[in-house]
């Protein structure tokens, strides 16, 4: 165990939350079509590097040399299809918002199709595990379907029904329900998210049986699931740049008490509850700083799912930690010395990853 935290503490990863997520949300009027895509610049850097200097960033100034290609590489690995016949944006526009993702729109205007292909084979130069969220939005901006693309399945099919109003369609994907897709996307994500396991660790090390345990996951559940409401109502919004470096400050502060009382619980659940709020908002801030949520309706789902699948995550994590850990505990040497060991360690990592965060 010590080894391992050992590594973590070496790992580069600066944020604890990329998740391998794009957007691609399109809309149509009564004769045009409008689509935006969205993607961590950190993503894109695999198939057209922007990083001049290679210190780890993209400045505005690097992103403004390399954006025309960018944006050309981009709209041609997306490939629209109106009633059978390929097309060509009308106008192509790219940039880098605030949260360091780029943003790449398309207009076709002037064009009347009865069915809609559209192909997203830029997936595939991305990462093997990513996925595009893709949704579908009527004239009035109401949300009328949405899925969950992989490099397997970049494919959706629009049918309009001429009878209908506008808003009535079929999209037909080759892919799993956005519900599901979420759901395993936030299992993935609990799974090789390094802060978030560290800080679990911290919290189940020093815990003796399984009431106390059971307080520790149940606080921080019900604090992940009220952050989700939260989120899903719009009514707090926290930028990431405040939220990653307290998700630090959370796993230094867990660690040193590991040492301060001794490896004593007593009183853990509120501060697990308090630290959980902040880390659910974490969570909810990949999603909404790739777009998700940014048109009506289209929150709810994706949210519900990947926070779900976070939390089965930590349980199945739980479930396999935690008898290993109930059982050093009946060593005297592991509660005297490995316990403020591995929370010397944890303080140490957090530390690492708040200033690399601030």
């Known amino acids: 165990m010590a080894l391992l935290l050992a590594a973590l503490c070496g790992t580069a990863v600066c944020l604890g939350h990329d998740v391998g997520l794009s957007t691609a949300t399109w809309q ?22 922007l990083d001049r200097n290679q210190d780890g960033r993209v ?59 559209l192909d997203f084979p830029v997936i595939r130069l991305l990462t ?62 609990i799974l090789t998210g390094y802060d978030h396991l560290l800080f679990l660790f911290a919290l189940l090390i020093v815990t003796r049986n399984f009431t ?4 520790v996951i149940t606080c921080f559940t019900i604090a992940h699931s009220i952050t989700l409401g939260v989120a899903t109502f719009d ?57 998700i949520g940014a048109h009506a309706g289209g929150v709810a789902l994706p949210l519900l799912g990947f926070n779900l699948g976070v939390e089965l995550g930590q349980i199945a994590l739980a479930a396999i930690v935690l008898p290993l850990i109930w059982k050093l505990r009946t060593k005297p040497v592991f509660v005297k010395r490995w316990v403020p060991a591995c929370s010397a360690l944890v303080a140490l990592a957090g530390a690492y990853w708040f200033f690399q965060r601030v």
Request: aromatic fraction near 8%.
């Open 28 to 49: 149509w009027h009564s004769n045009q079509l409008d689509g935006t895509l969205t993607f961590a610049v950190r993503e894109t850097e695999q198939f057209m590097p």
């Open 59 to 117: 400045s505005q100034e690097e992103f403004s040399l390399g954006r025309e290609r960018l944006a050309s590489a981009i709209a041609t690995n997306c490939q629209i299809r109106f009633d059978g016949v390929s097309a060509e944006p009308g106008a192509i526009r790219c940039q880098l918002d605030t949260s360091n993702n780029v943003v790449v729109n398309l207009t076709f205007p002037d064009v009347q199709f009865g069915q809609l292909d």
């Open 128 to 189: 093997p595990s990513h996925r595009m969220f893709f949704t579908l939005l009527d004239p009035a901006g109401q949300t009328i379907a949405g899925r969950l693309l992989d490099r397997n399945s970049t494919l959706v099919m629009v049918r309009l029904d001429p009878e209908k109003p506008a808003s009535a369609a079929s999209a037909s994907p080759a892919s799993v329900p956005s519900f599901t897709g979420f759901l395993r996307l936030g299992v993935e994500h």
């Open 212 to 215: 106390s345990a059971l307080q």
């Open 235 to 291: 009514l707090v919004h926290v930028s990431s740049r405040l939220v990653e470096p307290l998700i630090a400050v959370t796993i230094i502060y867990v660690g040193v008490e590991n040492i301060w009382k001794h490896g004593d619980p007593h009183g853990r659940w509120r501060l697990t509850f308090a630290f959980g709020l902040i880390h659910g908002f974490g969570f909810a801030s990949v999603l909404r700083e790739m777009g």
